[in-house]
């Protein structure tokens, strides 16, 4: 239960909102009928209160849905739009690793990209450049005196 807390809550608060807006949805739509002298029809009532909740969804839910959903897959498959910070980032730790590694650093570095997909897969924006791979070769260790 502690583990899932976040969506029990969201589950409980989505359940409870959802039962009010149909019951407040009931009342005012008996009302309206009782403003025209008809009874308020259940049937009618189902029908216009579905109707309304896909339309609030459909504007609401399903936009947010997509722009969450949508926006984490761009950054997951590595959209060079989501990569930009990384970019410096990595091409910093791949000098520092060239720097110290020594003869073995293109083979870790190589190790590495493949390990997280960066060959034959999402390549990092600006990752090829001549500057990114080259980066720390000519820098002499520090350790070495």
């Known amino acids: 239960m502690k583990r899932y807390a976040y969506g029990w809550i969201t589950l409980g608060f989505f359940l409870v909102s959802f039962g009010l807006h149909w019951l407040f949805g009931w009342y005012a739509f008996a009302d309206e009928a009782a403003s025209h ?61 060239r720097m110290n590694g020594g003869e073995d650093a293109e083979k870790l570095i190589a190790d590495l990209d493949k390990h997280y997909l960066r060959t034959d897969g999402a390549a990092p924006h600006g990752h090829d450049a001549e500057l990114a791979k080259s980066a720390g070769r000519h820098v002499r260790h520090v350790a070495a005196g």
């Open 37 to 97: 002298g008809e009874k308020a029809q259940l049937s009618e009532y189902l029908t216009e209160m579905s109707r309304d909740t896909f339309e609030n969804w459909q504007s609401e839910f399903l936009q947010l849905l997509w722009q969450v959903v949508g926006l984490a897959y761009f950054l997951y498959i590595g959209s060079p739009a989501s990569k930009e910070n990384d970019d410096r980032l990595e091409a910093k730790i791949d000098a520092l690793l």
